[in-house]
């Protein structure tokens, strides 16, 4: 059974472990707090172990840490280190280059993934990428994690702060739409859990409209839009107070960030 260590036991790693068949793979796990991540290893159906013992046991290395933090751990684990050990880092900002670097080993094999938060729910959109010291087994085995909470989409390596922005932080965006249209179901006298829900299932079923039909999301906006109706008045005025501009620079921001996080 192929063995896959964790380091850092946060949102991310704990929503992709919970996803795992632990009896596909064993998982070795280790953060920053021993006595926590034993807690976390009974939660999770894991071995916690130091980062020394994860490190010389596992066939797979995720990278599970924040970006700021990562290279502080490559760096301490480097030592341990051999060229049979694959890294799969899921931080944004750090390129297969600067891995490579912090790492300090010329053949490391390293992949780099782009997951989002609805991992937890097995719903996650990733991107992947590899180096050329990866094998075939080792990036089949990542695909097959992260396939286990989501979908994975093979991207080019310049492609990744474009991809991190439109699906690894967007969530937070649609989640921030979600609520500004249930809050301004609150102004107009809904209750917020209803009018919430009410929002979430709307969303949801407006994804599954462009992804089942096919159709251009424009050609679906003017679908709902009857002449001289409702939702037209409604496209208008997001439209004057710079809707699509307004997203276009919020992803632009995030893109930016993503290129200058070290
Ligand atoms: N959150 C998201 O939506 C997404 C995040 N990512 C990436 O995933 C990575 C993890 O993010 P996320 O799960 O949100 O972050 P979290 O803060 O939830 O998790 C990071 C974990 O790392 C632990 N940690 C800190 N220092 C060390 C150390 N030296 N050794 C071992 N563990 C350590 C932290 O422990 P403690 O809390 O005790 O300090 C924490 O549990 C990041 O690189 C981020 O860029 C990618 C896509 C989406
Ligand atoms: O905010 C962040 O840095 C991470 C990367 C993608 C989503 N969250």
Known sequence: MQKIGFIGIGKMATAIIAGLDPTRFEILISGRDFSKTQKQAQELSAQAVTQHELVTKSDLIVLAVKPQVLPKVLTELSVDLTSDKTLVSIAAGLTLADLTELAQTAHQPIIRVMPNINAQIGQSTSAIVKNDFVTDQAYQATQEIFQAVGSVHEIAEKDFSTFAAIAGSSPAFIYMFIDALARAGVLHGLPKDKATKIVAE?????????????????????KVSSPGGTTVAGVVSLEQNHFIGTVIDAITATVEKEKNLK
């Open 202 to 222: 709307t969303v949801q079923a407006s994804a599954e409209m462009i992804l089942q039909s096919g159709e251009n999301p424009w050609s679906l906006v003017d």
